[in-house]
């Protein structure tokens, strides 16, 4: 764990212990502010936007309304803030789901699914939301940096690979690999990467 994500856990903790104890809505703004989106990426990647537009937007209104009515039951020598957030989070979706297979029959079994016991979805949704990021930034590097990247790391193949495949000196494919991830990281910030 970096530094960083040290801090924000311990930063979060003390804003969900200040929700507990005196319902204080600044610290429940920030907790809203850095989880909600993350918790809408959450629904709409695991599908909750195909059963309807509106249904990210309501996950995350019903965790928030959970956490403001439980914040109280938070113990940050049991989970780390983000983990109880979203052990809420998934247990929202499967009460929406649930909810939804009343007047549908079309809910697959496959969208109801348990958690392995650690399994970090904050982890998961940061991840996904840094991998667009970059996706977008590619756009922005000049052609010749674009495609060796594209394929030194979408593709998986090795520098040596993609010098023979570009007829190029296996020297050229480093150099521009190596400007494609200083330009990436002035972009997206070394954190990121």
């Keep these: 764990m970096t530094e960083q994500q040290l801090q924000d856990r311990e930063h979060f903790a003390n804003m969900l212990e200040k929700v507990a104890a005196s319902q204080d809505t600044q610290a429940f703004q920030a907790i809203y502010n850095h989880f909600g989106p993350l918790i809408k990426a959450f629904g709409v990647s695991s599908g909750l936007h195909y059963q309807g537009d509106h249904l990210p937007e309501e996950l995350v209104q019903e965790v928030m309304m959970t956490v403001w009515r439980k914040a109280g039951q938070f113990d940050r020598r049991k989970a780390a803030p983000s983990t109880w957030i979203f052990t809420i989070a998934r247990n929202q979706r499967?009460?929406?789901?649930?909810?939804?297979?009343?007047?549908?029959?079309?809910?697959?079994?496959?969208?109801?699914?348990?958690?392995?016991?650690?399994?970090?979805?904050?982890?998961?949704?940061?991840?996904?939301?840094?991998?667009?990021?970059?996706?977008?930034?590619?756009?922005?590097?000049?052609?010749?940096?674009?495609?060796?990247?594209?394929?030194?790391?979408?593709?998986?193949?090795?520098?040596?690979?993609?010098?023979?495949?570009?007829?190029?000196?296996?020297?050229?494919?480093?150099?521009?690999?190596?400007?494609?991830?200083?330009?990436?990281?002035?972009?997206?910030?070394?954190?990121?990467?």
């Excluded at 297979?101 to 697959?108: A, E, I, L, P």
């Excluded at 958690?115 to 590619?138: A, C, M, P, W, Y």
């Excluded at 922005?140 to 594209?150: D, G, M, R, T, Y």
């Excluded at 010098?163 to 190029?168: D, G, Q, V």
């Design 94 to 193: 499967i009460d929406l789901l649930r909810k939804l297979s009343k007047y549908q029959n079309d809910v697959d079994a496959d969208d109801v699914w348990d958690l392995e016991g650690d399994t970090d979805l904050f982890g998961e949704v940061r991840e996904s939301r840094i991998q667009t990021h970059v996706k977008n930034e590619l756009n922005h590097l000049p052609i010749e940096q674009k495609q060796i990247v594209a394929k030194v790391f979408l593709e998986d193949k090795s520098h040596q690979e993609v010098a023979s495949e570009l007829n190029l000196p296996l020297g050229t494919v480093k150099s521009r690999v190596r400007l494609a991830m200083q330009k990436l990281k002035t972009h997206l910030g070394a954190n990121e990467l």
